[in-house]
T-cell receptor
Framework: DVKVTQSSRYLVKRTGEKVFLECVQD?????MFWYRQDPGLGLRLIYF???????EKGDIPEGYSVSREKKERFSLILESASTNQTSMYLC?????????FGPGTRLTVL | DAKTTQPTSMDCAEGRAANLPCNHS???????VYWYRQIHSQGPQYIIH???NNETNEMASLIITEDRKSSTLILPHATLRDTAVYYC???????????FGGGTRLMVKP
């Protein structure tokens, strides 16, 4: 059974903290994505990666960075968390025909 | 990617078929119709996709009109667990980033 896992389902952090969100897929996919989902704004792409050590900015990369050191792992980093980064974060990996999503991490920044 | 239009919400009685429409009048010849759903507080889940022929899998059926300008997702025997937001998207390559619009909030009632 295909799987995309995320390190936490719920996370509460304080303003200014550095936050790591981890995503692991076991399908040997080359493509991996980080989205955030907010009410009324739909799904927005933060960063994506088509290969190890490769990263591309999505629509809203400001305030975020990513790391792809291994094919199966794609990490999202909030260097200094802010309250406007409170959101649901979704990781996905894809084959050509289908994108598989993780369960999501609901991050609250106080 | 072509834009899609879906009703904001629908109700369905448990055990009955749920028919979810989607309009995509600007679809291009190389674009597929994909359906995903998102149960509350979970990541999106792939349901089905098609190009021009009708498709069926263990979850649902997808009926695409001959002119490909609209489609219908059919859940043949809806259960309470099918209550979710259903997203219709049109995309040439699901390996690329996805953009979800508002979707249809399906409420299955006992």
């Amino acid at each position: 059974d295909v799987k995309v896992t995320q390190s936490s389902r719920y996370l509460v952090k304080r303003t200014g903290e550095k936050v790591f969100l981890e995503c692991v897929q076991d399908m040997d996919h080359e493509n991996m994505f980080w989205y955030r989902q907010d009410p009324g704004l739909g799904l927005r792409l933060i960063y994506f990666s088509y290969d190890v050590k490769m990263k591309e900015k999505g629509d809203i990369p400001e305030g975020y960075s990513v790391s792809r050191e291994k094919k199966e792992r794609f990490s999202l980093i909030l260097e200094s968390a802010s309250t406007n980064q409170t959101s649901m974060y979704l990781c996905a990996s894809s084959s050509r025909n289908e994108q598989f999503f993780g369960p999501g991490t609901r991050l609250t920044v106080l | 990617d072509a834009k899609t239009t879906q009703p904001t919400s629908m109700d369905c009685a448990e055990g009955r078929a749920a028919n979810l429409p989607c309009n995509h009048s600007t679809i291009s010849g190389n674009e597929y119709v994909y359906w995903y759903r998102q149960i509350h507080s979970q990541g999106p889940q792939y349901i089905i996709h098609g190009l021009k022929n009708n498709e069926t899998n263990e979850m649902a059926s997808l009926i695409i009109t001959e002119d490909r300008k609209s489609s219908t997702l059919i859940l043949p025997h809806a259960t309470l667990r099918d209550t979710a937001v259903y997203y219709c998207i049109v995309i040439a390559n699901a390996g690329n980033m996805l953009t979800f619009g508002g979707g249809t909030r399906l409420m299955v009632k006992p």
